[in-house]
C-alpha cells in the first residue's frame, strides 16, 4: 500500500517562506504524477500544484504562480513544495497526493492522500 506523509508547516508571518515535503512508502513512486492541494476551514480542497512523473512537467493554480515552486526526487521518495512570498490566505491544511488519471485540477484524479501538513501565515 502507498502512505504518504507530509511535513515542514508551521507558522509564518506575511512574505516568509515555508517548504513543505511529502515522503512517500510503497512501490513505484516515480511512476506517478503527484500533486499538492490546500484546505481553509469551511471551503473545499483546492488544486495547488502538481508535477508529471519524471518532473519535466509542472502546473500551478493561478493565485501561486511565481510564489510556489513544486519539485521532486524520486530517487529520495519525496515532493516539495518551496512556498516563498505567502499571504494570509495561504493559511490552510496542505496535502499531498498521488495522481491517478484525469485533469490535475481535480481532487478525483488522484487516489492516495497523505494525512495534510498546517500552513499559518500571520499579518
Known amino acids: 500500500q502507498v502512505q504518504l506523509v507530509e511535513s515542514g508547516g508551521g507558522l509564518v508571518q506575511a512574505g516568509g517562506s515555508l517548504r513543505l515535503s511529502c515522503a512517500a512508502s510503497?512501490?513505484?513512486?516515480?511512476?506517478?504524477?503527484m500533486g499538492w492541494f490546500r484546505q481553509a476551514p469551511g471551503k473545499e480542497r483546492e488544486f495547488v500544484a502538481a508535477?508529471?512523473?519524471?518532473?519535466?512537467?509542472?502546473y500551478y493554480a493561478d493565485f501561486v504562480k511565481g510564489r510556489f515552486t513544486i519539485s521532486r526526487d524520486n530517487a529520495k521518495n519525496t515532493m516539495y513544495l518551496q512556498m516563498n512570498s505567502l499571504k494570509p490566505e495561504d493559511t490552510a491544511v496542505y496535502y499531498c497526493?498521488?495522481?491517478?488519471?484525469?485533469?490535475?485540477?481535480?481532487?478525483?484524479?488522484?487516489?492516495?492522500w497523505g494525512q495534510g501538513t498546517q500552513v499559518t501565515v500571520s499579518s
Open positions: 508535477i508529471s512523473w519524471s518532473g519535466g512537467g509542472t
Open positions: 497526493a498521488r495522481r491517478s488519471g484525469g485533469s490535475f485540477y481535480y481532487t478525483t484524479s488522484y487516489d492516495y
Open positions: 510503497g512501490r513505484t513512486f516515480s511512476s506517478y504524477g
